[in-house]
């Protein structure tokens, strides 16, 4: 079945290229008048030998010549359009890429829940591979195999209009070819492609769990299926190596038919005295040279019309919508609707706080993840002045992770409000500068302890370190850490997202304690740096244990999604306790 | 099956395996090149009689020529399929072969790059190079002598002006794989990042860390698309001149004629002349520098997947494996040492675990617990006076997991039907609820069914550990080996947990657990305190927390 594309993405592909646009039309021109003169060199070629029956050396030397100019200005020209126009198409498809980034940062954190990470980085992956590879070169060449047909018909044509004929009807030949094996080749390409995922994911899960394969005695099992998903795919690639062999051969079948076709008639020209046969030798030349090329353009075209299926698969996630008071960075360039920041950097909030006692305030909040019925958070309100401490309680499942995320706002709310310094801040990310997160779980990269600190390089040396010393991490800011940060126990990580939280300098800190895992002796460290280091802060801690909780100014215990109690500390956990 | 051991093994495997359908091949890209050079022979016929016959045979000759071509690329193109499964299943074979030692400086993406890019990039050579190298090598060999005998145009100038060709796709091919080279990796370096993005998209979130992070995927692929731009440049200059060079070499042949050719040669012959040049010559020329540039990148390729198939496990060496255990062990081991480049790793293990015991190994981070575990699995290249066990089952820190159902995971085998799941639901499920794994859990909305992993619903770490329980529960062996069980569990969970172990030891089964939650100390029959790869405790768990050291230990003093 045929798919039309959305009109969207030529929308996107003249935004990519719009600054570009006047060079590469000048660009295009040059390339097509060096097609012209390059194939005009068989023509005069045969002219010449038309016109002179016998040949003289004088004669050859003004040919040769003559030659020797057009090719090399048809060369250049040729030089100049291929790598002007290849590397300015690359620049601007790799815009796509950007403005692709820039909106899949600002989804709303729901779609990643929802979406396998290997169907997002496809896309920055495979997709935009397979666009830039044809948009960066293969353009180039797929325009002048368009400019060598043109100019092939062109010169046949004026040698002698009979040709036209047998040209419209090998014509009409190779669109049947083409239309019918079309849809075969996109199936097969589809299964192909769909077909890559399993045996991959298979492969790179054997990798991660051979010994625990051979411990459990399977390696024939994973073996078997290995190779039974490596089969599908391999027999599915042999279908499409069989669909191009098949194509090719109906195409070679056409063009043999055009060449014998044209050399009759071109005998039949001969003989009526209407050509040269310097002519006719020229014209089956051009004819074996059309059909070289017109496969070529076929070949390229399948191709093409791939790419333009990544074009639609990157144009998709630009116009996806992104998350409730997000701005696109001020020099994303494509228009799209979504809003956008303003280009002078507006530092300073509009200076229209109330007078408030409480750093923040949240009120009636209720929260449902998409694709829930109930609620997971409902009517929860608390407010805290500057430097109090509000410990959160409750069970497994109460919804404190749910209250965190809330605070961040990193899902959308169903009704309630939050505000800080008694404001509301429109800008999701001013509104995230007011928080520094602590949790053993919330970004550790493979990298020095200095990349997961200050990844931007903003500090000095020096400040690191003494943040580093103030939360008592014993590393050293050149200690690798190990993809997620395996190789911390998971204290450290505490204190090593305490630390970067002190760097970020926000005014209300959220400490999660989301296991109980915590070897004894950074234990003792987040204790000390907790009441030391955090001492003028905002604090919202959210406790598994309850010692943790227990020099907090009040506690706010929370049960399936409700404020069960919220009052001073030995009054909450008093009635907690005794709920037990 | 022959296993592969080095580059050479490689390359001989590649070349030279179904040698007799190479050579077939190579027959058919011989003739097609044959009939492609009688084409200008027949069409001077035609010119100079303008009759149909020679213009039939003519035709007839140009399909042959066509259809042997195509026959020659889809065999070579088929060969490289049939190659790379075949390469694919033994790299599968190595793979699983390979212990954890040998493979700790390889990454997963490493490994999975060999199987998705450097193996159908070897057979590049078969789908690509040669079928083309035979399209093209045949009529560069061939064009030449039919110009001398029927033209006589001398081979000084045909030669030569090929080896010019040839050298100036050769400079540019190199470099143009060099570039490719360097595309590969900055790809690979940008991917990882954009991996790190999606996966850490919550914590950047948090952070506000998204803008940042966005420019310096940015500006890797700043870094990507200018080595692009350089390739693509180079891969243009090189289409420019692959495209015209057919113009040059007529244009050279006609300069020939012109000055230094003693005779001069008819119009028509001059026509044929240019035919071989322009278009019989057309095609390969056109072929030639990207022939070049896939014969070295796949040589990369080669190069790689030679080097990992050249990974050898180093052996375990025990003296004594006949002595049996007595009916009341279930796990002995005595002098066993481990040593890892050049650093002892494990000194003088001496451990005993009998029937229905539950023994916890602790000790700093880096004391060498996993890879004690791994050495009692036969992991790891230890010597041993003695090592023998029960049948055992293992669960490993860092769990795995399979893009399939849950049932899938939890019998590690996979359905054809999707029917077999019912035989194993009721076991399967029991499993899980003694491990605590929480199937009621809203996002595992098919129950069993539900497909997880990569592919699937990507559930919590905790849920995987769970789960990794739950394969060892469904078909529960004498001997259990556990990593760090309790390494992502709340409080609550972790009693549960420990009430699931416990059932399972009063039926007879014994334990050894690693673990960094002191509470589950207390119920364990023997603790063994491990330091710098050394048993330094080994008893019941009053002793142990008699001594003021071991005290200071589960304290957490950090003075």
Not at chain 1, 121 to 130: A, E, I, L, M
Not at chain 1, 329 to 355: G, I, Q, R, V, W
Not at chain 1, 447 to 456: A, Q, S, W
């Amino acid at each position: 079945m045929k798919k039309a594309f959305s009109k969207t993405i030529f929308d996107t592909l003249m935004q990519a290229y719009r600054p570009f646009i006047v060079r590469i039309i000048t660009v295009v021109i040059l390339g097509f008048a060096a097609r012209l003169l390059f194939l005009s060199n068989a023509q005069m070629i045969a002219r010449f030998y038309d016109a002179h029956k016998i040949i003289q050396r004088d004669d050859l030397v003004s040919l040769t010549s003559s030659l020797l100019v057009v090719l090399i200005v048809s060369f250049l020209l040729t030089l100049i359009y291929r790598t002007v126009f290849s590397r300015l198409s690359a620049l601007a498809v790799s815009r796509i890429y950007d403005e692709t980034t820039y909106r899949v940062s600002r989804y709303p954190l729901s779609y990643f829940d929802n979406t396998p990470v290997g169907k997002i980085t496809t896309r920055f992956s495979s997709d935009y591979g397979n666009i830039f590879r044809l948009f960066g070169g293969p353009l180039a060449e797929f325009l002048s195999i368009i400019f060598d047909l043109i100019g092939i018909t062109i010169l046949i044509m004026l040698t002698h209009p009979y040709f036209v004929v047998n040209l419209l009807l090998a014509g009409l030949g190779f669109y049947v070819i083409l239309k019918r094996n079309q849809i075969r080749l996109r199936e097969h390409r589809r299964e192909v492609s769909i077909l890559r995922g399993p045996s991959v994911a298979h492969f790179s899960e054997t990798v991660q769990g051979s010994l625990s394969i051979r411990q459990n005695s399977k390696v024939r099992t994973f073996i078997n299926r290995f190779l039974k998903l490596d089969d599908l795919y391999i027999t599915s690639k042999y279908h499409i190596v069989k669909s191009i062999m098949r194509f090719s051969t109906e195409l070679n079948v056409i063009s043999t038919l055009l060449f014998l076709m044209n050399g009759l008639l071109g005998m039949y020209l001969v003989h009526e005295g209407k050509l040269g046969a310097g002519q006719v030798a020229v014209i089956l030349g051009f004819t074996i040279l059309a059909t070289n090329t017109l496969q070529m353009f076929f070949e390229w075209y399948s191709q093409f019309e791939e790419a333009l299926v990544g074009v639609e698969r990157l144009d998709e996630f630009i116009r996806n919508p992104i998350e409730e008071g997000a701005l696109l960075p001020s020099y994303s360039d494509f228009k799209t609707h979504h809003p956008k920041k303003d280009k002078l950097n507006k530092t300073s909030e509009p200076a229209a706080k109330l007078a408030s006692d409480f750093k923040l305030t949240v009120e009636n909040l209720s929260l449902t993840y998409p694709n829930q019925n109930h609620p997971t958070l409902l009517n929860v309100s608390f407010k805290l002045k500057p430097s109090e401490k509000l410990g959160i309680i409750g069970r497994t499942g109460a919804g404190k992770s749910t209250l965190i995320a809330a605070l961040l706002r990193l899902y959308p709310f169903n009704q309630g409000v939050i505000l800080i310094d008694n404001a509301f801040k429109t800008d999701i990310e001013d509104h995230r500068k007011q928080f520094s997160l602590i949790s053993q779980d919330q970004f550790f990269i493979k990298g020095t302890i200095k990349d997961n600190l200050d990844l931007f390089n903003q500090f000095s040396s020096d400040k690191l370190n003494e943040t580093l010393k103030l939360v008592g991490l014993p590393l050293q800011l050149h200690f690798m850490l190990d993809e997620k940060g395996q190789n911390l126990s998971q204290g450290e990580k505490q204190l090593l997202s305490l630390a970067r939280g002190l760097l970020q300098n926000a005014e209300i800190f959220i400490f999660d304690e989301a296991t109980a895992n915590i070897d004894p002796q950074s234990e003792k460290l987040i204790e000390l740096a907790l009441k030391k280091t955090l001492a003028d802060k905002t604090q919202i801690r959210i406790a598994h244990r309850l010692q943790t909780v227990l020099d907090c100014d009040k506690i706010l215990w929370l049960e399936h999604g409700q404020v069960k109690m919220l009052g001073s500390t030995p009054e909450v956990l008093k009635a907690f306790e005794a709920s037990r | 099956m022959k296993n592969l051991r080095s580059q050479k093994d490689v390359v001989y495997f590649v070349l030279f395996d179904r040698l007799a359908v190479r050579i077939g091949i190579m027959l058919l890209a011989f003739f097609a090149t044959l009939a492609g050079l009688a084409v200008p022979y027949f069409q001077r016929d035609f010119m100079l009689q303008l009759s149909t016959n020679p213009l039939f045979v003519c035709t007839l000759l140009a399909l042959l020529s066509f259809v042997l071509t195509q026959m020659t690329n889809f065999l070579g193109q088929r060969e490289a399929l049939i190659t790379q499964k075949a390469l694919s299943e033994k790299l599968y074979h190595h793979i699983l072969r390979l212990k954890p030692l040998t493979t700790s400086h390889k990454t997963v993406g490493e490994m999975v790059a060999l199987y998705t890019t450097d193996i159908p990039s070897c057979t590049m050579w078969l789908e690509q190079t040669i079928p083309y190298a035979l399209t093209t090598a045949f009529p560069l060999m061939l064009a030449p002598i039919f110009l001398k005998v029927v033209y006589h145009i001398p081979y000084s100038l045909t030669l030569s002006l090929i080896a010019a060709l040839v050298c100036v796709n050769l400079l540019l091919a190199r470099r143009q794989s060099g570039f490719f080279y360097y595309f590969k990796i900055l790809a690979g370096q940008r991917m990882g990042l954009v991996n790190e993005w999606i996966q850490n998209i919550r914590g950047l979130k948090s952070l506000n860390w998204i803008q940042g992070f966005e420019n310096k995927i940015i500006k890797k692929r700043i870094e990507e698309t200018n080595n692009r731009i350089a390739m693509v440049t180079n891969g243009q200059i090189m289409n420019s001149i692959s495209s015209s060079v057919t113009f040059w070499l007529n244009l050279a042949i006609l300069f020939y004629v012109t000055y230094a050719h003693n005779e001069l040669i008819g119009q028509i012959d001059l026509i044929a002349v240019m035919w071989v040049m322009g278009v019989f010559l057309s095609k390969p020329l056109r072929q030639l520098p990207w022939f070049f540039t896939m014969m070295f990148d796949a040589w990369t390729s080669v190069r790689r997947t030679g080097d990992f198939f050249s990974l050898e496990n180093a052996r375990y060496h025990i003296d004594d494996e006949n002595t049996a255990l007595t009916a009341d062990e279930s796990l002995v081991v005595e002098d066993l040492n481990l040593i890892i480049e050049n650093k002892i790793v494990l000194k003088n293990i001496n451990l005993k675990v009998k029937k229905n015991e539950v023994v916890a190994i602790i000790g700093p981070i880096g004391c060498g617990k996993s890879v004690l575990f791994k050495s009692l699995m036969r992991e790891t290249p230890f010597k041993a006076k003695r090592l023998a066990q029960l049948p055992h089952s293992y669960l490993p820190q860092e769990p795995f997991i399979l893009s399939a159902t849950l049932t899938e995971n939890i019998i590690l085998d996979y359905h054809n039907e999707p029917s077999e799941a019912i035989h194993h639901a009721v076991k399967a499920t029991q499993a899980l609820k003694h491990a605590q794994f929480d199937i009621e859990h809203d996002r595992i909305s098919d129950g069993l069914q539900t497909i997880i992993g990569e592919r699937g619903l990507n559930i919590s770490g905790g849920q995987k550990q769970r789960l990794n329980l739950a394969r060892l529960f469904y078909n529960p062996l004498p001997l259990f080996l556990l990593d760090d069980p309790f390494s992502a569990v709340d409080v609550g969970t972790e009693k549960k947990l420990i009430d699931a172990l416990f059932t399972l030891k009063e039926q007879g089964h014994s334990f050894l657990v690693i673990t960094q939650r002191y509470e589950f100390l207390k119920h364990c029959d023997r603790i063994v305190y491990l330091e710098k790869g050394e048993i330094k405790f080994n008893g019941p768990y009053t002793d142990f927390i008699s001594q003021p050291k071991y005290q200071k230990f589960i304290a957490g003093d950090i003075t």
